[in-house]
Nanobody
Framework: VQLQASGGGLVQAGGSLRLSCAAS????????MGWFRQAPGKEREFVAG????????SYADSVKGRFTISRDNAKNTVYLQMTSLKPEDTAVYYC??????????????WGQGTQVTVSS
């Protein structure tokens, strides 16, 4: 599976962005999809995840109520709608395809990352 993330950019605090991640291949719907981010000098962290059918989602506490993950299996695409953005959301955002093992997300494939910068 190849993943191509897009939609990043520069936005003012309080603004919104929608990230997209397009996947190649015919097995997209078999993967649990996730979004991660990595800020300068920090480790990569989980942001949001969505189960194969899209019926169940999970979020990091720092983004709950502001970010929404969704997927369109017909288009092999996962989205991350980000609202009420804060400067601390600034990071490179990565999409991932994987599975949940013992309650932990295990990524098998990673996208190339898209930069999100939130100015104060």
């Amino acid at each position: 599976v190849q993943l191509q993330a897009s939609g990043g950019g520069l936005v003012q605090a309080g603004g919104s962005l929608r990230l997209s991640c397009a996947a190649s291949g015919r097995t997209f719907s078999s993967y649990v999809m996730g979004w991660f981010r990595q800020a300068p000098g920090k480790e990569r962290e989980f942001v949001a995840g969505i189960m194969r059918s899209g019926g169940s989602t999970s979020y990091a506490d720092s983004v709950k109520g502001r970010f929404t993950i969704s997927r369109d299996n017909a288009k092999n695409t996962v989205y991350l709608q980000m609202t009420s953005l804060k400067p601390e959301d600034t990071a490179v955002y990565y999409c991932a395809a994987g599975e949940v093992v013992s309650g932990t997300y295990d990524a098998d494939y990673w996208g190339q990352g898209t930069q999100v910068t939130v100015s104060s």
